[in-house]
């Protein structure tokens, strides 16, 4: 009885470690920083790769920051050994105050697509990060400021590096000159 036990955990131990993924979601940076009263895109890098065979589906859930927090999708196809980018939107509301903090707490659930049947592996990755709010941004201006090089100062500055260039030239030669005679 007690080999059998310990026969059975070697099998389940096996056939675990062959079902080793590299399903991944890169977290946005720790804590986002949001103006009052604005939205925010970021980009979550959901990763099926390093030697990945089979795609997965991907189903994300918010756990905690719902009231601030919009999916653009909560289902995404990844092809095995590649990344998509979930779009997510943040939206701090104008009555906040300065220095209000929120937890945002996601989760992430990939199972083999196509797979059917009574038992299906899966696997799951919960990220979290904290979002801040920081005063409104000034109004910024909408025209583009360009300084512009004028063209006669760069016509000048070619023709005095060729007029520089000849009279070098022809000093070199003609101390070349006064060297044979």
Do not use: C, H
């Amino acid at each position: 009885m007690k080999y059998s036990k310990i026969i059975l955990m070697l099998l389940v131990l096996i056939f675990v470690s062959y079902n080793v993924n590299a399903f991944g979601v890169v977290n946005p940076a720790n804590p986002v920083v949001v103006s009052i009263g604005e939205t925010k895109d970021i980009d979550l890098l959901i990763q099926n790769g390093a030697g990945a065979t089979e795609e997965v589906i991907t189903k994300i859930e918010i756990l905690e920051g719902n009231n601030i927090v919009q999916l653009e999708k909560e289902e995404y196809l990844v092809p095995a050994n590649k990344e998509v980018n979930a779009k997510l939107k943040i939206i701090i509301p104008k009555d906040a105050k300065i220095g209000d903090k929120w937890n945002v707490k996601l989760s992430f659930k990939a199972t083999p697509k196509g797979k059917e049947g009574m038992v299906s592996m899966g696997y799951g990755v919960i990220i979290n990060f904290d979002v801040l709010t920081q005063q409104p941004a000034a109004e910024t201006p909408t025209g583009q400021i360009t300084r512009e090089v004028s063209k006669t100062n760069i016509y000048t500055a070619i023709g005095v590096i060729i007029i520089a260039t000849i009279i070098f030239l022809l000093l070199r030669k003609k101390k070349i000159t006064k060297k044979k005679k």
